[in-house]
C-alpha cells in the first residue's frame, strides 16, 4: 500500500538555525498537509496544500514557516528561525481529493535545542 | 473550533467489542465522518469515514445515527495492539480543508 514517507525522523538543531523538513507524499495525491504534536498536546494543523498554492493555514503557521512543491513528488516545510518552542513532531498528509481521508506519515522529531 | 466531543478514555477487555462514541451535533449535510488512531507519538493512522451509512471495513465498522449527530466506531475483537488514542475527525476552517484533532479518547485494551 503506498504510503507518505518523511526525512529525516529526527532532526536537532540549534535555536535560529534553519531547517527544511521534508515529505513524499503519495504520488497520485493532489492536496498536502503539515501538522504538528507538542509533546503531551494535541495534533494541531499547520497548513494545507493544493494547486501549487496555500489553501488555508493557522495562526502558528506565521512568517517564520513555509512551504513548497518543489517538484512532482516532494513537499517541504521550512523554518526559518528556529525556536525552542517550536521543538516538536511534525506531520506530513495527503489526500487524494478534498473529501477523501488523509493519509499521514510518521513523522520528523524537531529538536530545538 | 471544536466540532467532536468525545469522552476522554476507555477500557475494554482483550477479545471484547470496543465502542467509541462520538458526538457531532453541528454536522452539516456533506460532511463527512472521519476516524484515525494514533499510537503513542506514530503518525494518525486512518481507519474508517462515512457520511450517512454505516460502514466496515477490515479495522472496524462505523455507526452514523440517522440525524448524523453522532457516531460509534466499533472494533470488533479489540487487542493489545489496538491500544492507542482514537480521534473521530470532521473538517473545518474556511475551505475544509483542515482536519481539526480534539483530544481524542484513549483506549486501553486489558489483558
Known amino acids: 500500500e503506498p504510503e507518505v514517507t518523511q526525512t529525516p525522523s529526527h532532526q536537532v538543531t540549534q535555536m535560529g538555525q534553519e531547517v527544511i523538513l521534508r515529505c513524499v507524499p503519495i504520488?497520485?495525491?493532489?492536496?498536502f498537509y503539515w501538522y504538528r504534536q507538542i509533546l503531551g498536546q494535541k495534533v494541531e494543523f499547520l497548513v494545507s496544500?493544493?494547486?501549487?498554492?496555500?489553501?488555508?493555514k493557522s495562526e502558528i503557521f506565521d512568517d517564520q514557516f513555509s512551504v513548497e512543491r518543489p517538484d512532482g513528488s516532494n513537499f517541504t516545510l521550512k523554518i526559518r528561525s528556529t525556536k525552542l518552542e517550536d521543538s516538536a513532531m511534525y506531520f506530513c498528509?495527503?489526500?487524494?481529493?478534498?473529501?477523501?481521508?488523509?493519509?499521514f506519515g510518521n513523522g520528523t522529531r524537531l529538536t530545538v535545542t | 473550533d471544536a466540532k467532536t466531543t468525545q469522552p476522554t478514555s476507555m477500557d475494554c477487555a482483550e477479545g471484547r467489542a470496543a465502542n467509541l462514541p462520538c458526538n457531532h451535533s453541528t454536522i452539516s449535510g456533506n460532511e463527512y465522518v472521519y476516524w484515525y488512531r494514533q499510537i503513542h507519538s506514530q503518525g494518525p493512522q486512518y481507519i474508517i469515514h462515512?457520511?450517512?451509512n454505516n460502514e466496515t471495513n477490515e479495522m472496524a465498522s462505523l455507526i452514523i445515527t440517522e440525524d448524523r449527530k453522532s457516531s460509534t466506531l466499533i472494533l470488533p475483537h479489540a487487542t493489545l495492539r489496538d491500544t492507542a488514542v482514537y480521534y473521530c475527525i470532521v473538517r473545518v476552517g474556511n475551505t475544509g480543508n483542515q482536519f481539526y484533532f480534539g483530544t481524542g479518547t484513549s483506549l486501553t485494551v486489558i489483558p
Open positions: 498528509a495527503s489526500s487524494g481529493t478534498q473529501n477523501s481521508p488523509l493519509h
Open positions: 504520488s497520485n495525491h493532489l492536496y
Open positions: 496544500f493544493y494547486n501549487n498554492e496555500i489553501s488555508e
Open positions: 462515512g457520511l450517512k
